[in-house]
């Protein structure tokens, strides 16, 4: 019998893991990596009208997908200025995938590029190796006078040559594969932001809007108060203000949580982010890219109907989803908006759906409110998950984790019951199947 513990034990942890892993994977592919978009563009929208006397900022969207928070906020920062023709470019006129499931319609293609260009903005994309893109944007570089670079945006602009012998932070995560690859960038340690010459770069995501304030205040300061008005930010802004980034690492127990979360207890799609005509960027990419990074619910963005909608500062949006094909979800979160909340949305999530409102007040420091939001819906969720969700969006330095001492962490017995339940169960059918082939060799050996 002791011969057959090891056996046994095997028998019991590997079907969790297996589980896990498979579900884990599924999990990072149904809420990480944008899919399709389902709804159908019928016709695309009209041409932009832009002011030639005003400067340019460009944009650049991935193909396969662009981080939602270095976008939206970089994006809000400079439109708010009203200094600027903000644009987005991308390979194809054709709505492009962000890591929040929302699409982006872009403005202009890399043929229709202005001839100068302000401030190049380059955030994360998915596919920063897209021989494509790279060529495009080492074009594109050459028109720049200055660049931003946010966090993983690094990997692509460090491809494109526009880095090298630089002074440049990154992404914390991203910290060891960029010193390894590019080992012609002078890459210091990951911080708030910092410039080096014309290179602004940022560890980005919830630190994108702050070093997008710093960029706008050093390229055009006359634009930098009407920014922080709209945006609701305070008007002092120095280099004294950046705080550091605290504690970033990803260490086992943030693993085993990400294992657990998304291989055993993520629960779908239960929160709808809606998006319409006005929607506020900030708050509607905060809301999305913290929630996603708990790994208890997904949320999902969807519209009255298919179509583009034009954002609060001019980004014309799509959702995958609209409420004429999603069932009511069990929470609906409005953002903040420039017009009136489209009434079929509450028609829509009524009775089922717990309604949250936040006005622009609230969320004039939008990554900080979107980390307390996630905080708040994730109750059930145990500490070590949303804590992660705040690390991994740069947001540790924010006064915002004492929350997290409210949160009830779930009880051991509670947390580890549905990978033990599959492990008995996979105890049982593996000593269900000796017995069965232990008895049928009994059998043929008394023949």
Same mark, same amino acid.
């Given at each position: 019998?002791?011969?057959?513990?090891?056996?046994?034990?095997?028998?019991?942890?590997?079907?969790?893991?297996?589980?896990?892993?498979?579900?884990?994977?599924?999990?990072?592919?149904?809420?990480?990596?944008?899919?399709?978009?389902?709804?159908?563009?019928?016709?695309?929208?009209?041409? =932009?009208?832009?002011?030639? %006397? %005003?400067?340019?900022?460009?944009?650049?969207?991935?193909?396969?997908?662009?981080?939602?928070?270095?976008?939206?906020?970089?994006?809000?920062?400079?439109?708010?200025?009203?200094?600027?023709?903000?644009?987005?470019?991308?390979?194809?006129?054709?709505?492009?995938?962000?890591?929040?499931?929302?699409?982006?319609?872009?403005?202009? +293609?890399?043929?229709?590029?202005?001839?100068?260009?302000?401030?190049?903005?380059?955030?994360?994309?998915?596919?920063?190796?897209?021989?494509?893109?790279?060529?495009?944007?080492?074009?594109? #570089? %050459? =028109?720049?006078?200055?660049?931003?670079?946010?966090? &993983?945006?690094?990997?692509?602009?460090?491809?494109?040559?526009?880095?090298?012998?630089?002074?440049? +932070?990154?992404?914390?995560?991203? &910290?060891?594969?960029?010193?390894? *690859?590019? #080992?012609?960038?002078?890459?210091?340690?990951?911080?708030?932001?910092?410039?080096?010459?014309?290179?602004?770069?940022?560890?980005?995501?919830?630190?994108?809007? &702050?070093?997008?304030?710093?960029?706008?205040?050093?390229?055009?300061?006359?634009?930098?108060?009407?920014?922080?008005?709209?945006?609701?930010?305070? #008007?002092?802004?120095?280099?004294?203000?950046?705080?550091?980034?605290?504690?970033?690492?990803?260490?086992?127990?943030?693993?085993?949580?990400?294992?657990?979360?998304?291989?055993?207890?993520?629960?779908?799609?239960?929160?709808?982010?809606?998006?319409?005509?006005?929607?506020?960027?900030?708050?509607?990419?905060?809301?999305?890219?913290?929630?996603?990074?708990?790994?208890?619910?997904?949320?999902?963005?969807?519209?009255?109907?298919?179509?583009?909608?034009?954002?609060?500062?001019?980004?014309?949006?799509?959702?995958?989803?609209?409420?004429?094909?999603?069932?009511?979800?069990?929470?609906?979160?409005?953002?903040? +908006?420039?017009?009136?909340?489209?009434?079929?949305?509450?028609?829509?999530?009524?009775?089922?759906? &717990?309604?949250?409102?936040?006005?622009?007040?609230?969320?004039? *420091?939008?990554?900080?409110?979107?980390?307390?939001?996630?905080?708040?819906?994730?109750?059930?969720?145990?500490?070590?998950?949303?804590?992660?969700?705040?690390?991994?969006? *740069?947001?540790?330095?924010?006064?915002?984790?004492?929350?997290?001492?409210?949160?009830?962490?779930?009880? *051991?017995?509670?947390?580890?019951?549905?990978?033990?339940?599959?492990?008995?169960?996979?105890?049982?059918?593996?000593?269900?199947?000796?017995?069965?082939?232990?008895?049928?060799?009994?059998?043929?050996? #008394?023949?």
């Amino acid at each position: 019998m002791k011969k057959l513990i090891p056996f046994y034990i095997i028998a019991f942890v590997l079907p969790p893991l297996l589980f896990g892993t498979l579900k884990m994977v599924s999990t990072f592919s149904e809420i990480m990596i944008p899919k399709g978009l389902q709804s159908s563009l019928l016709a695309p929208p009209p041409a =932009r009208h832009w002011d030639k %006397k %005003k400067p340019w900022v460009i944009l650049l969207l991935g193909s396969q997908g662009t981080q939602i928070s270095d976008l939206f906020a970089s994006y809000s920062v400079f439109s708010a200025s009203k200094a600027f023709n903000v644009a987005t470019i991308a390979l194809k006129k054709e709505p492009m995938p962000t890591t929040g499931r929302v699409f982006v319609y872009p403005d202009l +293609t890399f043929d229709e590029a202005p001839s100068q260009i302000r401030l190049l903005i380059v955030p994360a994309v998915l596919d920063p190796g897209d021989p494509a893109l790279i060529a495009a944007t080492q074009k594109l #570089s %050459k =028109r720049a006078f200055s660049t931003l670079v946010l966090s &993983e945006g690094a990997r692509l602009a460090a491809a494109s040559g526009l880095l090298q012998g630089r002074r440049v +932070t990154m992404a914390p995560m991203a &910290e060891d594969d960029l010193r390894r *690859n590019f #080992s012609d960038v002078l890459w210091q340690k990951p911080q708030a932001w910092m410039q080096d010459g014309f290179i602004f770069s940022s560890a980005g995501l919830g630190l994108s809007l &702050e070093a997008s304030l710093y960029a706008l205040l050093r390229i055009k300061p006359s634009a930098f108060s009407e920014a922080t008005r709209r945006l609701g930010y305070p #008007s002092r802004f120095q280099d004294a203000d950046m705080p550091p980034l605290g504690v970033t690492s990803i260490g086992i127990l943030d693993w085993v949580n990400i294992f657990y979360h998304a291989g055993f207890s993520f629960g779908g799609r239960d929160i709808a982010i809606p998006i319409f005509e006005g929607v506020d960027e900030i708050f509607t990419a905060a809301v999305l890219d913290t929630l996603t990074r708990t790994f208890s619910a997904l949320p999902f963005p969807v519209s009255p109907q298919a179509g583009i909608y034009t954002s609060r500062y001019g980004m014309r949006l799509l959702a995958p989803h609209s409420i004429e094909d999603s069932p009511p979800p069990r929470t609906l979160i409005v953002p903040p +908006t420039s017009l009136s909340i489209p009434r079929r949305f509450t028609q829509w999530a009524t009775p089922r759906a &717990e309604i949250r409102f936040f006005t622009n007040e609230v969320a004039s *420091n939008a990554f900080k409110r979107a980390a307390w939001i996630a905080l708040d819906l994730t109750r059930t969720t145990s500490q070590g998950i949303v804590w992660f969700a705040v690390k991994s969006q *740069n947001l540790t330095t924010l006064p915002l984790l004492a929350m997290t001492q409210e949160i009830p962490p779930i009880r *051991n017995f509670l947390f580890w019951l549905r990978p033990v339940l599959i492990g008995l169960f996979g105890l049982c059918v593996v000593h269900l199947l000796r017995k069965r082939i232990m008895g049928a060799f009994k059998t043929t050996r #008394s023949k």
